[in-house]
């Protein structure tokens, strides 16, 4: 399978990094290599990081004989990576977080509502826990957890409620058997305005099967800390939960000095290890939203390392 996907925010993000000849970047997300692409026609050497073997497998190929490196990992290990790739410091490192469109779009993998599939949504297929585990094993205070938090889903309750008295006939084990539950766990008045009834609980078991949020905050940390002086780091997030993960996370970097407030003098020694590049998160044009409408909710933001 190719892995074909429109790159979000692709000049912004490569711009934010501020590529220079000979630069050594890592790309957090390989997905499609649509930012990689960028990085290395601009003369920058680039470290391709995905948990999705078709993504390796592909890049291997588009990028044959260019400054490339391919690593089929999860990037919250990316102190490991760089150590065994005898990298000391980047010059640059971007993420395009979430879901990418050949995972989507590959019926098979169980990640959208829109396609009949076992329900996997594995983003790597060496990892154990799928959707189906999640669906017909976790307890109805786990489920209502998951998909009221991650999925920010008001009706998550009632959706819970009718997984359980589902799975307690007969195993859950399609992404359409799923989408028959929620739709009838959501009442007919609230589904007839807004996304998908199944939008916002896939994307709520997705990110519990990947971890997704779970690592961010420290694969953050570890990447800053990581790049040069006057290194770059540029994150795009999809959804709110991942955004303020970045946000906090990058302001806490920003902070420096964490004694308290009454505190005479800093006895902390904090200093403050970046600056931010984007004072306001930067969105797609009107005209990539129409081209590219997955863009819609995509918000970039970046920070450079001052010391």
């Known amino acids: 399978m ?7 925010l692709l000049k912004e993000t490569v711009d934010s990094i501020n590529v220079k000849e000979g630069g050594v970047y890592a790309d957090f997300t390989l997905g499609g290599g649509g930012h990689t692409s960028l990085i290395l026609e601009r003369g920058g050497q680039v470290i391709g ?19 490339f490196t391919a690593v089929h990992d999860n990037f919250s290990n990316i102190k490991d990576i760089a150590k065994n790739l005898g990298i000391e410091k980047f010059d640059g490192i971007i993420a395009d977080l979430g879901v990418s469109s050949p995972q989507l779009d590959d019926a098979h993998r169980g990640f959208s509502y829109m396609h009949d599939a076992p329900l996997d949504m594995r983003m790597d297929s060496r990892d154990s826990l799928t959707a189906k585990n999640i669906v017909n ?24 409620d009718f997984i359980i008295e589902r799975r307690e006939k007969k ?14 766990a959501i009442p007919l008045s609230a589904r007839k305005d807004g996304p998908h009834p199944a939008k ?9 099967v990947n971890g997704e949020l779970r690592i961010l905050e420290q694969a953050i940390r570890d990447g800053a800390e990581l790049l040069k002086k006057g290194g770059r780091m540029g994150i795009i997030t999809f959804h709110s939960l991942e955004d303020r993960i970045v946000k906090t996370t990058f302001a806490s970097l920003q902070q420096g000095c964490t004694c308290p407030k009454d505190f005479p003098v ?33 918000k970039l933001r970046a920070i450079e390392k001052i010391i």
Not at 49 to 67: L, P, Q, S, V, Y
Not at 145 to 157: F, H, K, N, V
Not at 171 to 184: C, N, S
Not at 201 to 207: G, K
Request: glycine share 2%.
């Open 2 to 8: 190719e892995f074909n996907h429109v790159t979000v």
């Open 49 to 67: 990081i995905d948990r999705d073997e078709t993504a390796i497998k592909n890049a291997n190929e588009r990028f044959k004989g260019k400054k």
């Open 137 to 160: 094993t976790y307890s109805s205070e786990e489920l209502f957890r998951i998909i009221s938090t991650y999925g920010e889903e008001r009706w998550a309750s009632r959706i819970v």
């Open 171 to 184: 195993e859950i084990e399609t992404t359409f058997e799923l989408v028959d539950i929620i739709k009838a």
């Open 200 to 208: 916002r609980t896939f994307q709520a078991i997705r990110i519990e």
């Open 266 to 298: 800093c006895v902390c020694g904090n200093k403050p290890s970046v600056k931010s590049i984007t004072r306001k998160p930067i969105v797609p044009s009107e005209t990539e939203i129409q081209e590219n409408p997955r863009a819609r909710s995509s």
